[in-house]
């Protein structure tokens, strides 16, 4: 059974709010994240995608679009290694092919929701001689669980394959097409609970760059032993992984490096340091700050934080219901992804959930010309640089932002450099 939470008073939802906080644990006298609503919540999306784009099932093998309608989660060593799949049928529910051995034998245990629908996968990569023939086996659970709910001759949408896979499909006769848009499109909107884990991400991201800023950041430190405090302490408080904490120091910003090395921190040093992290119940946090270490900001310095912060907040301000990824891409600068009409993950915004990069991009190598209408509940980091030829080091910053009714809403809430915001 499922709750309607008063709003008389707080006058918004409680999952829009970012200072209201529920705890990871349960209580008898507070009705906080419903994972019995979120998986029911979740596979609704994905039915309701399913419908809407024509298929007869989804046959998944990406990791977070199993544990998306399955509730299934074994560790993020199987996300993306195309050893388990999941088969989600019209009119049926999903079936869940695990790895054999103590690992199905978990998944029954763990998922009593999933009862009688747990079976064994095969596992076909890296057989040797015997990959066609494992490939097959694979090709024939899936054939099996489509026949018996009369879908066989369907549209199949799956999100991932390789070609062995592929090819085994293809032998069985079956129509196979792209399944990533109705998963994408599912997964880019958040339920209520999905934005109360996001925010509870948020939250255990915002001290670790609390710790960074007033207690770690120190001249002679390296930018791995940042990294290493950060891992420490984001595990300690709940999260399940720890995907990359990026730390960049001095001329590590300029051209930006994008990983930490031993390179030592002097003062003086700006510190750019993008968290990475998977949350309770594997929702993302991915956010930026710059520090300076030990010293003031010099003009130039508060120049760049200033271009970076303005030009982030103006595609964030664009993040409303009705706009359009077009709206949000003409606030960000020209960058490279003009130059070369790529993305350079540097200028852009990107959704964010169960995956760090999921449902929808935002550069102005296309979405200016290419828009996609921005909607409610959905979830973005948005990201920009100040990137200029012979600057020593520069500045790079990220928020992660709600999109309400009311308008963007920002989770992430350490605060910026105080020499830069007067």
């Keep these: 059974m499922t709750y309607k939470i008063d709003t008389s008073f707080t006058g918004k939802p409680h999952e829009w709010e970012p200072h209201r906080l529920y705890s990871q644990t349960g ?64 009119g049926g529910e999903p079936v869940l092919f695990e790895t054999a051995g103590s ?18 996968a095969m596992t076909w990569q890296w057989a040797e001689g015997a990959v066609p023939y494992m490939a097959g086996k694979m090709a024939d659970d899936v ?10 001759k369907e549209k199949i949408g799956i999100d991932n394959l390789d070609m062995p896979a592929l090819q085994a499909f293809q032998e069985r006769g079956l129509n196979i097409v792209n399944g990533w848009p109705a998963m994408s499109a599912a997964r880019v909107i958040k339920t209520r609970d999905e934005i109360e884990l996001l925010k509870q991400a948020s939250a255990i991201g915002d001290a670790a760059m609390w710790k960074i800023k007033y207690e770690w950041l120190k001249p002679g430190v390296r930018e791995r032993e940042i990294e290493a405090k ?28 994008r990983w930490a090395t031993d390179k030592m921190i002097r003062q003086g040093d700006l510190v750019i340091v993008d968290i990475n992290a998977v949350g309770p119940s594997g929702y993302f946090v991915d956010f930026v700050r710059c520090f300076k270490c030990a010293a003031k ?23 409303r219901p009705g706009n359009t990824t077009a709206d949000v891409a003409a606030a960000f600068p020209e960058y490279d992804d003009d130059k070369y009409g790529t993305v350079t993950l540097q200028q852009f915004a ?3 959930g169960i995956t760090l990069y999921e449902g929808m991009w935002i550069s102005r190598a296309y979405s200016l010309d290419y828009p996609a209408e921005i909607k409610e509940n959905m979830y973005f980091a948005v990201e ?16 992660n932002v709600l999109v309400t009714a009311e308008g963007p809403v920002v989770f992430t809430r350490v605060e910026h450099m105080e020499e830069a915001m007067r």
């Design 27 to 90: 209580a008898d006298w507070q009705y906080r994240v419903d994972f019995e609503r979120l998986r029911k919540e979740r596979l609704e999306r994905a039915r309701e995608q399913m419908n809407a784009h024509d298929l007869g099932a989804l046959v998944l093998f990406a990791g977070a679009n199993i544990r998306y309608v399955t509730g299934g989660y074994q560790g993020n060593w199987k996300y993306n290694i195309n050893i388990r799949y999941a088969v989600l049928p019209q």
């Design 230 to 257: 950060v891992h420490e302490f984001m595990l300690e408080r709940g999260c399940e992984i720890i995907y990359d904490i990026i730390v960049a120091s001095g001329g590590n910003t300029s051209p930006y490096r």
């Design 350 to 352: 990107h959704s964010i």
């Design 384 to 399: 920009t640089f100040a990137g200029h030829p012979l600057l020593p080091q520069t500045c790079r910053l990220e928020e």
């Design 103 to 120: 690992d199905m034998v978990c998944a029954k245990m763990d998922l009593p929701w999933m009862e009688g629908r747990i079976r064994p």
């Design 297 to 319: 900001m010099t003009q130039q310095e508060i120049d760049l934080y200033r271009e970076v912060y303005d030009s982030m907040y103006a595609g964030i301000e664009k993040l």
């Design 143 to 152: 054939l099996g669980v489509l026949k018996d709910h009369g879908v066989e």
